[in-house]
């Protein structure tokens, strides 16, 4: 079965500073995707990243990167220039084929970071 | 313009009752899901529809049942509510069941 880990039960930063986050995963499969959301106090759930196991490239989106190293089966999230509005608690997610490897869906998440961002 | 949205935002009610949670996504998404948050922030996936046919039925108790009875719309009803039920209820949709989950606002069910 597969399994997310995420080690920092919580952080902290302080505004316009850097944080990493991270994540760990254990899976036998070669194809996957891995996704980092976030839930604000309002409890929404919003994407901020996706990456495709089969590229190399590290994902980005704005002040938003992620260091994947698929043969440590690492994922770690880094935020750069921290605002405030970034307190929230991320989850690190995973999703895997299913067994007869003809769909998708199932999300396993790790069991999230709280972030704070200090003024 | 709501993309994923759900009803009711809140639901408490006594144990034994029989509740529906209902999802609606306007997205164009063939692809919906349930999933749990427990009282430790712990999510899981209780159940997926593509293109309404049940693709994903995780190890969840027979008093849960989903329905579906268009691509756009996936309810969840339950039957004879325990506290252990107690939780907050996500609805999220996808296109096609590789695609990003986008989630609705969840909805915080307290069983009494």
């Known amino acids: 079965a597969q399994t997310v880990t995420q080690s920092q039960p919580e952080m902290s930063v302080q505004e316009a500073e850097t944080v990493t986050l991270s994540c760990t995963y254990d899976?036998?499969?070669?194809?996957?995707?891995l996704f980092w959301y976030k839930q604000p106090p309002s409890r929404q759930m919003i994407l901020v990243i996706r990456q495709e196991a089969y590229k190399q490239q590290n994902a980005t989106e704005n002040r938003f990167s992620v260091n994947f190293q698929k043969a440590a089966k690492s994922f770690s999230l880094k935020i750069s220039d921290s605002q405030l509005g970034d307190t929230a608690m991320y989850f690190c997610?995973?999703?895997?084929?299913?067994?007869?490897?003809?769909?998708?869906?199932?999300?396993?998440f790790g069991q999230g970071t709280i972030l704070t961002v200090h003024p | 313009d709501t993309a994923v949205s759900q009803t009711p935002k809140y639901l408490v009610t006594q144990m034994g009752n029989d509740k529906s949670i209902k999802c609606e996504q306007n997205?164009?998404?063939?692809?919906m899901y349930w999933y749990k948050q427990d009282s430790k922030k712990f999510l899981k996936i209780m159940f997926s529809y593509n293109n309404k046919e049940l693709i994903i039925n995780e190890t969840v108790p027979n008093r849960f049942s989903p329905k579906s009875p268009d691509k756009a719309h996936l309810n969840l009803h339950i039957n004879s509510l325990e506290l252990g039920d107690s939780a907050v209820y996500f609805c999220?949709?996808?296109?096609?069941?590789?695609?990003?989950?986008?989630f609705g606002p969840g909805t915080r069910l307290t069983v009494l």
């Open positions: 999220a949709s996808s296109l096609g069941t590789s695609g990003t989950q986008y």
């Open positions: 997205l164009g998404h063939d692809t």
């Open positions: 899976t036998s499969e070669s194809n996957y995707y």
């Open positions: 997610a995973f999703m895997a084929p299913n067994a007869g490897g003809t769909s998708y869906g199932k999300l396993t």
